[in-house]
């Protein structure tokens, strides 16, 4: 019943590396920055709601989801690799703003921040990875559930604070950050298909 030091920071560590909080400041304003300061706030707290639910959710039970529904770790990679990839191109192709403006029931906070940004195919595995670790003792699955927790209190502070770099940027700053932000989405999307094609290859 001891609570694992280890692995809550093993969990804690890993899951704050993978989801990069540092790096989803830019691409959250280059999504919000054009909307409303009320859209701003409820978007910074929305995302990581959504990514701790759906982590939560394989945690408790994502070896039985993906085994359920037939679904490889290389699968989620790629399909997560192909929803960047889209975001991507409208933020490089400066069509996101459009689209904005065009549907302002858009919630950028579920799709593509909270998932596949932050509770994407790597941090979904580092969980599942780390609750096969424990072999069943409860002291070990409250320290994942901690690290979990951690990790995206460090997430919404991030985006909490970089609504404040909104006001510096302007708008030229936040177009010019866009475009930067879309070429880091696109590097990440190519990546998570080359390593989704490469899984399937290892297991073919």
Known sequence: MYFDIAVFTTTAITLIVIMDPPGQIPVFLSLVGKRSPEYRRKAAWQAPLVSLFVISIFAIGGRAILAYLHIGIPALQGAGG?????????????????KQEADEDVNVALVPLGTPLLAGPGAIAAVIVAVSQVHGEIGGYLAIAAGIL????????????????????KVSGITLLAKIAGLLLAAIAVELIATSVIGFAATA
């Open 150 to 169: 951690v990790a995206h209190i460090v997430v919404t502070l991030a985006l909490l604070f970089s609504t404040n770099i909104i006001n510096v940027l």
């Open 82 to 98: 192909l929803l960047l990839l889209l975001v991507a191109l409208q933020l490089l192709m400066g069509t996101s703003g459009q």
